[in-house]
């Protein structure tokens, strides 16, 4: 997705979910131009779906403006949700660019049609503020593609385990509350192992063949919380174990190190992209996200 969709997104999630962005010289739009450093981190509301017991789940990204820095903005004053707790399990470490379904909130299904829950980020000397709201506009279907594939089925997110043999994780249902848990020794490669499942369906809105053909599955790890760098080798690509081709089932596996430079308490987030790549082209679907908390001593 090129950089004007990507501000395009940005500005009209963050305008219909009623976002404010303010700085000290006034008013800053959500389509304000990237920077390499020294820009704002705008909270994303990217929809949100029903669970089958009746309550709700909200799926927020964000856009770090700062397309050359990572950034930490600790849970606080600038890093809050409101009303209730202001920590919710949000990230306090923000990649550069468009991050999308990051993480997820559940709500009760009380939870009315006009309340919102209030993301507020501030960095830079801009405060930027974005309310998830139960609009119409914003539900989603993350569990499923909008478009056919060409064989008539829909394309649905991969399938993640981190044993072989262990439980299915599929679908943008990162949490806090759900993140499994390591150890690590500071500057010592901790091992990672993940295993994919995907049907490796594509829509291309013509049915049309695809043009290129990227990896079946890629996983991306990257920090979501923690003091200290994190170095991560391997564990983007998978080896495939089946098919590899479009419409041919996929397995396969992926596997590598992480290590942390400082000694606390981390969490990890993982990625899993198929053919719709990042953000499925705004759709809500087709991707799955974890978590893995790690105590590095």
């Not at 959500?30 to 020294?38: C, E, I, Q, R, Y």
């Not at 997820?104 to 405060?127: D, H, M, Q, Y």
């Not at 539900?139 to 064989?151: D, F, L, Q, V």
């Not at 990227?214 to 080896?239: C, Q, S």
């Amino acid at each position: 997705m090129n950089s004007r969709m990507i501000l395009r997104l940005a500005t009209v999630a963050a305008l219909a979910a009623g976002g404010a962005l303010v700085s000290a010289q006034g008013q800053l739009l959500p389509s304000s131009p990237k920077l390499g450093f020294g820009a704002s981190v705008t909270p994303a509301y990217d929809g949100w779906y029903d669970n089958p017991d009746g309550s709700h789940v909200f799926l927020i990204g964000y856009y770090n403006r700062n397309w050359s820095q990572e950034v930490d903005i600790p849970i606080g004053p600038n890093n809050k949700f409101e009303p209730g707790d202001p920590d919710r399990g949000q990230p306090t470490h923000f990649m550069p660019n468009r991050n999308f379904g990051m993480f997820t909130i559940t709500v009760p299904k009380t939870f009315g049609a006009s309340e919102r829950l209030w993301w507020t980020l501030t960095i830079n000397g801009v405060t930027s503020r974005v309310g998830m709201i139960m609009s119409p506009d914003f539900n989603i279907t993350p569990n499923k593609s909008s478009e056919e594939a060409p064989n008539g089925k829909y394309n649905v997110p991969p399938i993640l385990k981190f044993t072989e043999s262990g439980p299915a994780i599929q679908n943008p249902i990162a949490s806090v509350a759900t993140a499994i848990s390591k150890t690590a020794t500071v500057n010592t490669p901790m091992p990672l192992e993940l295993w994919a499942e995907d049907d490796a369906l594509y829509t291309s809105g013509t049915n049309a063949p695809m043009t290129r053909t990227p990896p079946v599955v890629e996983a991306e790890i990257t920090k979501y919380r923690g003091p200290g760098n994190i170095k991560v080798d391997g564990l983007h690509e998978f080896k495939a174990t089946k098919g590899g081709k479009p419409m041919e089932p996929f397995a396969g596996k992926t596997s590598g190190t992480v290590t942390f430079d400082k000694a606390g308490d981390y969490i990890l987030h993982v990625l899993l992209t198929d053919y719709s790549e990042k953000g499925g082209g705004a759709t809500g679907c087709c991707w799955t996200t974890s978590m893995v908390k790690v105590a590095v001593k």
